[in-house]
């Protein structure tokens, strides 16, 4: 038996193992672009978008008699079983290409046409029974194909972001009512500032990230314009009449999503507005989570020699030497996620800024940029959540001796004394070591029932906005 099939391009003939589901095009993405090591596989996403629009493409194309109903239906089998999550592996290409996505276009177009053609009852490479390019491809081009396929796999993340930032704003919106009644000091620029509690620090983190997850949604809509049915740079070259609004329809019913042609098809050909906007939204999360977590290691530091007002779940020991160190592993990894986002998005606004004329090569980089962006916020989420948030615990104690010790105590006492008379006891609390309430005492500047009334944690924290 034959080990071998012999594939012939343009450029010359290549053997391919006789049993691969790629073809000639696909080995040579495969031999010229041994970049990153991460093939298309990696993002499942991609892969099941490229298959959606070829199975809708195949659905109009039979509708309007652009290819064979035989033909048609054992591509859109083929695509379905992709879509269903099988022959993922002979996705192989690397996501850093040349081709402006024409490598992944053709690594779809063929493992679809040998998939149809074993379902035709024909050996991979036959392709005088059904063709990569003029049957699968029809009506079709990279220009097209892939920038909607991104677009599509992008979508696909935007609920699963949004369910983990909802998970992660609840196990915020938690923590801050346990500890609602937990008066602490409150910093600016790391220095002692004013009381508040550590109920409304926490209420401010839930906040925080609620308000990125209508924006993402918001966003992701700019993502459903697509360029779809218009072939190379826009020009609706090869396209046949009805072909376009049966497609888009057909993806639209696929997908789950409401998609739309684009109003000018060759400005949508070259333009990836909607990438940078959408990578921006992203970098703006990143650059919000990563301040929390920097929040929540300084407030659990110490945990006797820092600040020490909340504890983090211990989830593995800190140091190979340090006997009992443990470390703030969750943030920190977190904070690696968001800077990573963060250098994603120059990337994706430099590439995006790179395209020439009427098409942007550099699209790949921005799909691989992405699409980590997505995949490493989701999965980092989700961990802060379940392995750090929803396990935090405050000491109560420590953030009593703190805030008693503190000198922000003398804000409470301006609206009664005045700035400068408040401001003397804070510079005489500074100078002795004395706390203010002492201070405040000794001086006899308030009666001490008065001084305890207004020192206490239950009238500073009602100076509070209700939540």
């Known amino acids: ?142 220009n097209d194909v892939y920038p909607t396929a991104v677009r599509l796999a992008v979508l696909f993340h935007v609920e699963p972001l949004c369910a983990a930032l909802k998970g992660l704003q609840s196990a915020f919106e938690d923590r801050a009512e346990a500890f609602a009644v937990i008066a602490k000091v409150g910093r600016t620029q790391l220095q002692d500032a004013v009381p508040m509690s550590l109920g409304a620090e926490f209420r401010s983190f839930a906040v925080t990230v609620g308000e990125d997850i209508d924006r993402i949604r918001e966003i992701g809509r700019l993502l459903t314009e697509i360029n779809l049915g218009g072939t190379a740079i826009g020009t609706r070259i090869n396209v046949e009449t009805g072909y376009d609004a049966l497609a888009i329809a057909y993806l639209a019913e696929i997908s789950g999503f409401e998609f739309k042609q684009a109003s000018d098809l060759i400005e949508a050909s070259s333009d990836l507005g909607g990438f940078v906007t959408f990578s921006g939204i992203l970098k703006r999360l990143a650059v919000k989570l990563s301040k929390i977590c920097n929040d929540l290691r300084l407030l659990s530091s110490g945990p006797r020699t820092g600040l020490g007002e909340i504890m983090l779940p211990a989830v593995q020991a800190g140091s190979s030497i340090m006997p009992g160190k443990v470390n703030p592993v969750i943030p920190e990894a977190l904070n690696q996620i968001c800077y990573q986002v963060i250098g994603n998005d120059l990337v994706v606004t430099m590439a995006s800024e790179a395209g020439q004329l009427q098409l942007n090569a550099m699209e790949p980089i921005v799909t691989y940029n992405l699409l980590k962006s997505l995949k490493i916020l989701i999965n980092g989420t989700n961990v802060l959540t379940e392995k750090c948030v929803v396990g935090i615990q405050a000491d109560a104690d420590r953030c009593a001796a703190l805030l008693d010790n503190s000198l922000v105590l003398a804000t409470a006492l301006a609206p009664q004394l005045g700035y400068d008379a408040a401001a003397r006891i804070a510079k005489q609390a500074l100078a002795s070591g004395k706390s203010i309430r002492t201070i405040a005492l000794e001086t006899g500047v308030i009666p001490e029932g008065e001084l305890d009334s207004i020192l206490s944690p239950t009238a500073m924290l009602n100076q509070e906005p209700s939540p």
């Not at 192989?92 to 402006?100: E, H, R």
């Open 1 to 142: 038996m034959l080990s071998k099939r012999t594939e012939s391009d343009t450029i010359g003939a290549l053997d391919l193992p006789v049993e691969a589901l790629h073809g000639i095009q696909t080995e040579r993405a495969l031999q010229n672009f041994p970049i990153t090591g991460v093939p298309l596989s990696h993002f499942s996403s991609i892969v099941v978008a490229l298959a959606m629009v070829k199975q809708a493409a195949a659905q109009a194309n039979s509708e309007i008699g652009g290819i064979e109903p035989q033909k048609a239906d054992a591509i859109i089998s083929a695509c379905q079983e992709i879509i269903d999550g099988k022959h993922h592996e002979h996705f192989g290409v690397d996501m850093i290409q040349g081709g402006a996505g024409t490598s992944s276009n053709m690594n779809a177009n063929e493992v679809i046409a040998n998939l149809a053609l074993q379902k035709l009852g024909h050996v991979p490479g036959s392709y005088k029974h059904l063709h990569p390019n003029d049957d699968v491809n029809h009506g079709q081009s990279t």
